[in-house]
């Protein structure tokens, strides 16, 4: 996580990719990037309740992300062979 102050190396605001789910049981992985959020004293990256509600999180990465493909998707554009 990139610091906005150079405080001996602490860690005020990052940057982040979430990899979620529509809940209760979303079908289809979705992503999003968000930035200048809270980091906890012990380097936890907050993320806003706004955020979370209605969502299954997977996945926190470090930075913004590019997602190329994921789980389901080459199953669904390929055609049947038979």
């Known amino acids: ?3 906005e ?3 001996a190396g602490q860690v005020s605001s990052a ?3 979430v990899l979620f789910y529509e809940a209760p049981a979303g ?3 979705y992503n999003a990037v968000l930035t200048d959020l809270d980091v906890s004293k012990t380097g936890r990256v907050m993320i806003p309740e706004s955020f979370r509600r209605g969502k299954s999180i ?3 990465l470090e930075g913004e992300c590019t ?3 994921s789980l389901g998707e080459r199953v669904y554009s390929q055609r049947t062979v038979g």
Do not use: Y
């Open 15 to 17: 940057t982040v990719t």
């Open 1 to 3: 996580m990139k610091s």
């Open 5 to 7: 102050s150079a405080d």
């Open 67 to 69: 997602i190329l493909n």
């Open 58 to 60: 997977i996945a926190v």
């Open 27 to 29: 079908l289809e992985m």
